[in-house]
């Protein structure tokens, strides 16, 4: 029942270098720490080896730059910072949110070097020296993108909370499959949840979106 | 021009804007990243709150040390929200805030925080079916009273229990209003004022709360004449609204006296006498604004605790913006739960199918507070009834209004009832609701409700194919996957809130609406312009439109499905005013009188005669100097909402039978609410609605350990919502027209979230052949009802 999209795996070779011995990324680790203080999911060993690893990015505020719609963006910040809070709360671009913090719903997908990736899952470091785009960078109001003019033409929002996720969602799979079947669609967006249950809507969008824009 | 008929709904041929499909108007904002919530609003110098929660679910505070957290770099302030001899009556409840420079200080801070506990027992299980329980002498409290409204138990009956227990409310000046305006009659308001005060408490130690039965008709007679009778215990357990954005506000403080609020809520008019009354500061003093809302489905109504202890933390860090938005685990602990109902059901019925009588033994808890008894039997009112409910008191967290209260309960509980009926009298359930479809007509009926439910009920079937595809419950096909169809239908009130709507014509033509209402994503801000539009005769996009600032004119929270009833009537009053005192204005420069006028097009017009026009800058030119303002209201002059609606429902499913797994092949959804505004919106309302209900059919429970108390799962990997591939084809038919527009709009946000959960679960029984009781359906429950030979066992019972 695994319905996690393929294309939300971020970069792999990003991925082995952000993870410890453990398989666990310094990410998780500090959602686990965070969350459930008393499980030991990682042991000491590794935990001193993540600290070991950050020594020389912190503990205090380091420089980090982001490329983020085509603009480099400088801002001082701790190591532990998401690239989700990096670009709500350094840089204002509150497109993406927060809503699960842990890799799950996907209101906090962006796109890095043309993936979706959870931002909430990313850390700012580590997301360095690649271009990012976020929801900011796809269109606004009056030069809509064709998926975001989509998604206001088939009413596929409601609280619009989750759409900005969804419309990078799918750009990331327009992007990959220009046509994608119904069991695509299921699989690619299966990575993002709605509460107000705009899926009709959505389905929609994504049809009147791979029409306009065929070939682009 | 006094006459009131003038503010009635244009007729059908007249309409320009109102019924048509038009898109959101805060749509591209939203697609784009633009639309600011209370979450992504960044005040200058703003704080971050992090909160300490207690981790136990029943505890006394024995003493808070913060002296190590206040000593913390970038900390600002700390501020004790539960100090010591609090009592805590669920896990994640809110302790002690920080306030610091970020967050990530902040939740350092706030670890630092040392908290002692006197742990005391807990009880969360409400699954267990009550036994031996003494019925409640206690006082009535008021979910006691509503919930004897609601079950419309009989006057006599009402007062009798009203004077033998006295009441634990006072019964002041604001509840007779109340109760005058919901028509309640001056004998019962009598008695509730005659009645002995007497404070809670002296209950027992047991954590249920026995209401007296109900009673209607004769039931002994009934069942003794009844030739066939069904017996099942149904039920849902508890489950969350996990609101996308999590509750939380951001305080400041301009001066000492003076609060500005950016707050996540559905009550943007309604909410300052909350802060003001827990800040001790006027009302008028206290500002709220919000953009918008990610989610709110009944649970943000209020400040709430975090709401007044954001502003305390603010003041104590001398006014600066301090933010605390809910984490999702707590959001999900913490921030609202739809209480859970079970129920043992006997339902008498003749051959034919003829319903006779009703008996029912239910439970459920709302929390710390019990909770009030679902209605039932739901729509079909059974003529003979007999009705037990306990209310279960547990230290799951508080309940709060999730769509429609209570009827979704009600709905399952009835409608599984029923379809079990139909099994055993070897019936199409379809028949049986049709064979009983005057009972479906509520008292004082002035609409023909039975007669639209028996519509609603063929235009479902014609969209499901219910002719074709239905058959005998177990028919499924002979291969491991089976295939079933179930309905339910449901009902809700609505008409609409009080609301006040201001627009300003100005003379240069450009038209001001403001208004203190919110939009939570139903489409109040497109549906607010589609009426002073096709009012005005003006493009949408040519009115400015000011909502979510509590500094507007006042409307009321969006709850109960009353919002389209409110916004829109006050739209329509306030627009007809100013139209009309243009007429005014410009009657004379075309030589007619300013009855004769129509607004059309973007120009002023006289009727019949199309070339004698203006244009509406042209006319709004001959204002001068002084701007046309007009305030419509709500209640206000003319009839132009109404309430009680109806809407059918109905599932197809396939179950694997082998692995218990349920696949959501298609849905439909048949729905009046008399006038639509906007039938783009309207349509995704109820598509919601129904992806709502397949998660809390499927998905959704709040598991809680028995052991510490906890929620289980306060994450969404665990709280499984409906993704895009779990939902099938979706059908939505609105029922528009003669008939229902001459109703007047009437509220959507409730009435199609009701009948979901019955019609899947109904359809999984025609499926595989037995009753999957209990919600969620998950493979585990359909393989052990499919093992277990009496359909489904059920611990306590």
Same mark, same amino acid.
Not at chain 2, 737 to 743: L, P
Not at chain 2, 768 to 778: A, D, K, L, N
């Given at each position: 029942m695994d319905d996690r999209p393929e294309n939300k795996e971020p970069d792999k070779q990003k991925e082995s270098s952000a993870k410890t011995s453990t398989g666990v990324s310094r990410r998780d680790f500090l959602k686990i720490s965070g969350v459930t203080a008393a499980v030991p999911l990682v042991n000491q060993a590794s935990a001193l080896a993540v600290a070991d690893e950050a020594r020389e990015l912190g503990p205090g505020k380091v420089p980090v730059t982001l490329n983020v719609n085509g603009k480099k963006l400088n801002a001082q910040m701790?190591?532990?910072?998401?690239l989700l809070d990096a670009l709500r709360d350094q840089f204002e671009l509150t497109g993406a949110k927060r809503v699960c913090d842990r890799g799950t719903c996907g209101a906090c997908t962006v796109l890095m070097d043309g993936k979706a990736v959870y931002s909430c899952s990313v850390l700012a470091i580590d997301a360095q020296g690649q271009a990012i785009t976020t929801v900011e960078g796809l269109g606004e109001p009056g030069k809509l993108h064709p998926i975001q003019q989509a998604f206001v033409d088939n009413d596929a929002q409601q609280c619009g909370f989750c759409t900005p996720g969804f419309v990078m969602a799918t750009k990331a799979m327009l992007d990959q499959h220009p046509h994608p079947t119904p069991e695509q669609v299921k699989q690619l967006l299966g990575g993002n949840f709605c509460r107000c249950g705009t899926y009709a809507g959505m389905r929609a969008a994504v049809a009147q979106a791979a029409k306009n824009t065929k070939g682009a | 021009m006094a006459d009131e008929t003038r503010y009635n709904w244009p007729a059908a041929e007249q309409r =320009?804007?109102?019924g048509k499909r038009i898109s959101r108007v805060d749509g591209p904002d939203k697609v784009s990243g633009k639309a600011k919530y209370t979450y992504d609003v960044h005040r200058p110098g703003m704080l971050f709150g992090k909160v300490v929660r207690c981790p136990h679910a029943h505890a006394k505070v024995v003493s808070v040390d913060t002296s190590a957290a206040e000593k913390m770099p970038g900390v600002v302030a700390v501020y004790v929200v539960q100090g010591p001899d609090s009592e805590i009556h669920w896990a994640g409840d809110d302790i002690v805030v920080v306030a610091a420079v970020d967050e990530s200080k902040a939740a350092d801070a706030a670890r630092a925080v040392k908290v002692k506990y006197d742990v005391l027992p807990h009880f969360v299980d409400d699954f267990k079916k009550p036994e031996n329980v003494a019925e409640d002498k206690g006082p009535l409290d008021e979910d006691g009273l509503i919930s004897m409204f609601r079950n419309q138990v009989p006057e006599q009956q009402m007062i009798d229990r009203i004077n033998q227990?006295? @009441? &634990?409310f006072k019964v002041d000046k604001e509840m007779v209003d109340q109760l005058k305006q919901n028509r309640v009659s001056d004998q019962m308001i009598a008695a509730l004022q005659a009645a002995k005060y007497r404070e809670e408490g002296g209950q027992s130690e047991s954590p249920y709360r026995k209401e007296a039965a109900i009673s209607k008709g004769d039931p002994d007679a009934a069942f003794k004449e009844a030739e066939v009778t069904s017996e099942g215990v149904y039920g849902c357990p508890v489950i969350t609204h996990c609101c996308l954005e999590s509750h939380g506000s951001i305080a400041e403080w301009q001066d000492s006296q003076h609060l500005f609020v950016h707050l996540s809520t559905q009550n943007v008019s309604g909410v300052s006498t909350e802060y003001a009354q827990a800040l001790k500061i006027p009302a008028g003093n206290v500002h709220v604004h919000q953009d918008h809302i990610g989610g709110g489905f009944g649970s943000k109504f209020g400040a709430d605790r975090w709401g007044v202890y954001t502003a305390e933390v603010s003041k104590k860090a001398g006014g600066k913006p301090v933010r605390v938005m809910l984490e999702r685990a707590p959001e999900l602990e913490v921030a609202g739960a739809r209480p859970s109902a079970y129920a043992r059901v006997k339902v008498g019925a003749k051959k034919d199918g003829t319903l006779l009588g009703w008996e029912s033994e239910s439970w459920g808890t709302g929390g710390p507070g019990g909770g009030g008894a679902p209605p039932m039997p739901y729509v079909v009112n059974i003529p003979n009834q007999r009705k037990q409910h306990v209310a279960v008191l547990t230290n799951i967290g508080p309940a709060r209004a999730w769509r429609a209260p209570n009827h979704p309960q009600g709905c399952l509980i009835t409608m599984s009832a029923l379809d079990d009926m139909a099994a055993k009298l070897n019936m199409d359930p379809v028949q049986l609701l049709l064979k009983n479809i005057q009972l479906t007509a509520p008292p004082d009926d002035k609409y023909g409700r039975a007669n639209t439910y028996k519509d609603e009920l063929m235009i479902a079937s014609d969209l499901i194919g219910w002719k074709q595809n239905w058959h005998p419950r177990? $028919?499924?096909? &002979? #291969?491991p996957v089976k295939r079933g169809l179930g309905v339910a239908i449901h009902t809700w009130g609505g008409r609409g809130h009080a609301s006040e709507c201001a627009i300003t014509i100005h003379p240069e033509g450009s038209v001001d609406i403001k208004m203190g209402t919110q939009d939570l994503g139903v489409g109040t801000r497109t549906a607010i312009l589609i009426v002073a539009g096709d009012t005005l005769g003006l493009p949408i996009n040519q009115m400015q439109l000011y909502i979510g600032d509590n500094q507007y004119p006042r409307s009321g929270g969006s709850g109960g499905s009353t919002t389209i009833g409110g916004i829109s009537s006050s739209t329509r009053r306030a627009a007809v005013d100013a139209r009309d005192q243009l007429f005014a204005k410009v009657a004379g420069a075309l030589n007619a009188k300013p009855e004769e006028l129509e607004a059309v097009g973007g120009s002023i017009r006289v009727k019949g005669t199309p070339s004698r026009s203006m244009s509406w800058k042209d006319a709004c030119a001959r204002l001068g100097t002084q701007p046309i303002q007009a305030l419509g209201k709500n209640p206000g002059p003319g009839d132009l909402i109404s309430s009680g609606v109806g809407g059918a429902v109905m599932a197809d499913v396939s179950v694997d039978t082998e692995t218990g797994v349920v696949k959501m092949n298609k849905m439909v959804t048949v729905q009046d609410c008399g006038l639509v505004i906007n039938l783009k919106t309207a349509e995704s309302q109820v598509y919601g609605a129904m992806i709502m209900g397949i998660a809390s059919t499927l998905y959704e429970e709040k598991v809680m350990d028995p052991t510490t108390g906890t929620m289980l799962n306060p994450n969404m990997d665990f709280y499984r919502l409906a993704g895009i591939g779990d939902v099938g084809e979706l059908v939505v038919h609105m029922m528009t027209?003669? #008939?229902?527009? $001459?109703?007047g709009p009437i509220g959507l946000g409730e009435p199609p979230t009701v009948g979901p959960m019955a019609a899947i679960a109904n359809a999984v029984a025609n499926a %595989?052949? %037995?009753? @999957?009781?209990?919600?969620?359906? =998950?493979p585990n429950r359909v393989v052990a009802a499919l093992n277990s030979a009496n359909g489904g066992s059920h611990a306590g019972v």
């Open positions: 701790e190591p532990r910072v998401t | =320009t804007l109102i227990r006295g @009441v &634990s177990g $028919e499924g096909g &002979s #291969g027209g003669k #008939g229902y527009d $001459e109703r %595989v052949g %037995v009753r @999957v009781p209990f919600m969620p359906i =998950t």
